[in-house]
C-alpha cells in the first residue's frame, strides 16, 4: 500500500513525532504541504498513493493553515485519507478542530476513514506564562496509540481516536 503523510509541524516537532510513528507501521513517506507533489496548476496530484495521512498541531483550535490551504489545492480524487492533530487543549466535542479538513477532503473526494489526535507540548498564548501545558507529551503511550491506530489503517479496522 503506497502511503504519504502530509504533515505541518512547525512549534516543537510533535507532530512530526507522531506523523514518524504512523509512517513506520504504514512504511510511508513524512513530507511538508510545501514538499508534496505538484501537478499542474490545479494543486496537487496525490492519486498515485493508495492512503494519504493530513495532520498538523492546532492553533486556536484550528488545524494549521499551511495544511488547510494545501488541502484545498489538491486535486479530486476517489482515494482513502485520515487526519491527525496534537494539540495542547482536548478537542471540543460539538466542534472538533479535526472537522473542517475533513470537509475540505471529503469536498475533493476523498473517503476520510479516521481521525487521531493526541496532546502535545503547547506554549501557545496563554501558556507561554507558566513555561507551556503538556511538556512530555506526545510520550512513550501516545506514539504507541498513533502505531495502533495507524495500523487499524493498514488492516481496514479504524477508529477515530
Known sequence: MKTLLVCSSVSHGNTRRVAEAM???LDARVVAPKDAAVAGPTGSD???YDLV???SGVFFQRMHPD???FARTVAASSGRAFVF???GLPQLPLAPFTRP????LQGKGFAVEATFTCRAFDTGAPFNLIGGINKHRPNEDDLT???AF???LAHGSTTTA
Open 67 to 69: 495544511l488547510l490551504g
Open 23 to 25: 509512517a513506520g507501521v
Open 53 to 55: 495521512g493530513f495532520g
Open 101 to 104: 479538513l475533513v470537509r475540505i
Open 85 to 87: 492533530a496534537t494539540s
Open 150 to 152: 495507524a495500523q487499524g
Open 145 to 147: 496509540a498513533a502505531r
Open 46 to 48: 496525490l492519486a498515485g
